[in-house]
């Protein structure tokens, strides 16, 4: 047997070793350079997934559902013991669509060729930050997603003024950059627009108009400035323009709409009214409301089971009270819930941004004065009937809603324009709240800038708000650890890591 001395192994396991190492060690399925359309397209579905509206937090919140579990029930009831699940968005966000579209952005930005692909994403990463934001206040920005590129593993946080400023500022740049002369766009890989340069430019001029909006308490001088400036370049007012991320019916889950699919999950796939899963169902203040007011989007969005069927009758409709403690009722096959062919439609688009909240916030804006081109009554009634019509887009049948019932709820609900300011903003709020849905945290940052609509808070045994409605999510508690020492400065700048710590535009 010959034995080789210890040395002589060494060299041949790395002669022998050495050989080959790079082909055996690289994995024949991977990419060695990211491919850039293709962290769009991921960039667009989580940054359209990743939001307040995920989950049952926020409908609660804003009254749309409900549930006798009080953990599926924390945004109906404030349940302490569930506070902590506030801080997901924030989580979720930053390893997904803020570092993708970061890269997007590095990979694009420093080649002329390239400028539609530059203005878009930046317009993107203008969007989920402004989600972030509003939701916390106070978030990393500047120094967000470097951790790979400048080995920023502690990003400081920034003060809600500045990334308002910032963001505003990106979506005039990003607006103005656009080439309608260069071919080069992400084309299929745009998920919303397909590369129309044309309708990208309509979208950042939106998200100006609703950010512009946001600043009317804290700065309205600032508000009216970025609103005008919003108009001028032009803001999505035809149905063709609306901002909308498509879906498919099968396939991966990220193919499939966010909201749909997780109520779906959470609740509803048993499709049978008893077998809810978290024990969800729509919530009483919500669905009396629309019978109330005669308002036809009751049989598109809800429905109750009887004798396992779904039925759309409008008379049957009944929401379930948030106050319920715990126990399951005995008559909970008989409470509304959404509807499987609408709300649940897992291949219905996500809307983004509406003609609908367009015409709404423009008639705020006439209301103060700074729009005056058009009346505030007949944006007001655009809204109504836009808010309506994009049921069509979601359930994919025309003409969804009758016309002539929209033109009786129209007739039925006029802008009280004898009354003040306040009662008319009410109104187009209230409007906001029924026709927005399902983006519930865009009517959560509207309710809190104006109050409207009027929600009466939960008064729930145990809850941790003292029966008020919170005013913003908790920071995660990974960030107390992992990233102390900005936090603490976030935290003293702004106030308490606290639900009912308002944010700076929250006045």
């Given at each position: 047997?010959?034995?080789?001395?210890?040395?002589?192994?060494?060299?041949?396991?790395?002669?022998s070793?050495?050989?080959?190492?790079?082909?055996i060690?690289?994995?024949?399925?991977?990419?060695?350079?990211?491919?850039?359309?293709?962290?769009f397209?991921?960039?667009?579905?989580d940054?359209?997934?990743?939001?307040?509206?995920?989950?049952?937090?926020?409908f609660?919140?804003?009254?749309?559902?409900?549930?006798?579990n009080?953990?599926?029930?924390?945004?109906?009831?404030?349940?302490?013991?569930q506070?902590?699940?506030?801080?997901?968005?924030f989580?979720n966000?930053?390893?997904?669509?803020?570092?993708?579209?970061?890269?997007?952005?590095?990979?694009?930005?420093d080649?002329?060729?390239?400028?539609?692909?530059?203005?878009?994403?930046?317009?993107?990463?203008?969007?989920?930050?402004s989600?972030?934001t509003?939701?916390y206040?106070?978030?990393p920005?500047?120094e967000?997603?470097?951790?790979?590129?400048?080995?920023?593993?502690?990003?400081?946080?920034?003060a809600?003024?500045?990334?308002?400023a910032?963001?505003?500022?990106?979506?005039?740049?990003?607006?103005?950059?656009?080439?309608?002369?260069?071919p080069?766009?992400?084309?299929?890989?745009?998920?919303?627009?397909?590369?129309?340069?044309?309708?990208?430019?309509k979208?950042?001029?939106?998200?100006?108009?609703r950010?512009?909006?946001?600043?009317?308490?804290?700065?309205?001088?600032?508000?009216?400035?970025?609103?005008?400036?919003?108009i001028?370049?032009?803001?999505?007012?035809?149905?063709?323009?609306?901002?909308k991320?498509?879906?498919?019916?099968?396939?991966?889950?990220?193919?499939?709409?966010p909201?749909?699919?997780?109520?779906?999950?959470?609740?509803?796939?048993?499709?049978?009214?008893?077998?809810?899963?978290e024990?969800g169902?729509?919530?009483?203040?919500?669905?009396?409301?629309?019978?109330?007011?005669?308002?036809?989007?009751?049989?598109?969005?809800?429905?109750v089971?009887?004798?396992?069927?779904?039925?759309?009758?409008?008379?049957?409709?009944?929401?379930?009270?948030?106050?319920?403690?715990?126990?399951?009722?005995?008559?909970?096959?008989?409470?509304?819930?959404?509807?499987?062919?609408t709300?649940?439609?897992v291949?219905?688009?996500?809307?983004?941004?509406?003609?609908?909240?367009?015409?709404?916030?423009?008639?705020?804006?006439?209301?103060?004065?700074?729009?005056?081109?058009?009346?505030?009554?007949?944006?007001?009634?655009?809204?109504?009937?836009?808010?309506m019509?994009?049921?069509?887009?979601?359930?994919?049948?025309s003409n969804?809603?009758?016309?002539?019932?929209?033109?009786?709820?129209?007739?039925?609900?006029?802008?009280?324009?004898?009354?003040?300011?306040?009662?008319?903003?009410?109104?187009?709020y209230?409007?906001?709240?029924v026709?927005?849905?399902?983006d519930?945290?865009?009517?959560?940052?509207?309710y809190?800038?104006?109050?409207?609509?009027?929600?009466?808070?939960?008064?729930?045994?145990?809850?941790a708000?003292?029966?008020?409605?919170?005013?913003?999510?908790?920071?995660?508690?990974?960030?107390?650890?992992l990233?102390?020492?900005?936090?603490?400065?976030?935290?003293?700048?702004?106030?308490?890591?606290?639900?009912?710590?308002?944010?700076?535009?929250?006045?």
């Open positions: 047997m010959l034995l080789l001395p210890l040395w002589g192994i060494g060299g041949l396991c790395l002669t070793c050495d050989k080959d190492f790079v082909e060690n690289t994995n024949p399925n991977a990419v060695s350079v990211p491919t850039t359309p293709y962290i397209s991921k960039a667009l579905y940054g359209a997934a990743n939001s307040g509206n995920k989950g049952s937090l926020l609660g919140l804003m009254q749309y559902t409900t549930s006798y009080d953990v599926e029930g924390f945004g109906s009831k404030y349940t302490a013991s506070v902590n699940a506030t801080g997901g968005v989580s966000s930053y390893p997904t669509q803020i570092n993708e579209i970061g890269e997007v952005i590095k990979a694009v930005k080649d002329p060729s390239k400028v539609n692909l530059y203005a878009a994403a930046r317009i993107w990463r203008v969007f989920c930050y989600r972030l509003d939701l206040g106070d978030i920005y500047s967000a997603a470097q951790g790979y590129n400048l080995s920023i593993f502690q990003p400081k946080y920034d809600q003024s500045a990334i308002y910032d963001m505003l500022k990106e979506l005039e740049t990003a607006a103005t950059s656009f080439d309608a002369a260069n080069t766009t992400f084309g299929t890989s745009d998920l919303i627009y397909q590369g129309n340069v044309t309708k990208w430019k979208f950042a001029y939106s998200l100006m108009l950010l512009g909006m946001r600043l009317s308490k804290v700065d309205a001088t600032l508000a009216q400035s970025w609103v005008t400036k919003a001028a370049g032009g803001v999505i007012r035809d149905y063709a323009d609306i901002a991320v498509s879906y498919l019916a099968s396939g991966q889950n990220i193919n499939k709409n909201i749909a699919w997780q109520l779906l999950n959470d609740n509803y796939l048993r499709a049978d009214g008893v077998n809810n899963t024990g169902k729509f919530q009483e203040i919500f669905i009396s409301s629309l019978k109330t007011n005669k308002d036809p989007r009751l049989g598109v969005l809800s429905v089971y009887v004798n396992g069927v779904a039925s759309s009758d409008e008379s049957i409709q009944k929401g379930m009270p948030a106050t319920i403690n715990g126990t399951k009722p005995a008559d909970f096959v008989t409470y509304s819930e959404p509807k499987q062919t709300v649940l439609k291949d219905a688009p996500l809307l983004i941004f509406t003609v609908a909240e367009a015409n709404f916030l423009l008639a705020e804006a006439a209301l103060k004065g700074w729009y005056k081109t058009e009346t505030a009554s007949a944006l007001y009634e655009t809204g109504i009937r836009a808010a019509q994009q049921w069509d887009l979601i359930s994919g049948v969804v809603i009758d016309k002539a019932r929209i033109d009786s709820y129209v007739t039925a609900h006029p802008l009280k324009t004898a009354g003040t300011v306040a009662e008319q903003t009410e109104q187009i209230y409007q906001f709240w026709g927005i849905f399902p519930a945290q865009e009517v959560y940052n509207n809190r800038r104006t109050g409207y609509p009027a929600l009466v808070p939960n008064v729930y045994p145990g809850n708000t003292g029966g008020k409605i919170f005013r913003r999510f908790l920071y995660p508690v990974l960030e107390q650890t990233n102390r020492a900005s936090y603490n400065e976030a935290v003293q700048r702004q106030g308490t890591d606290d639900l009912l710590t308002r944010v700076w535009w929250d006045k």
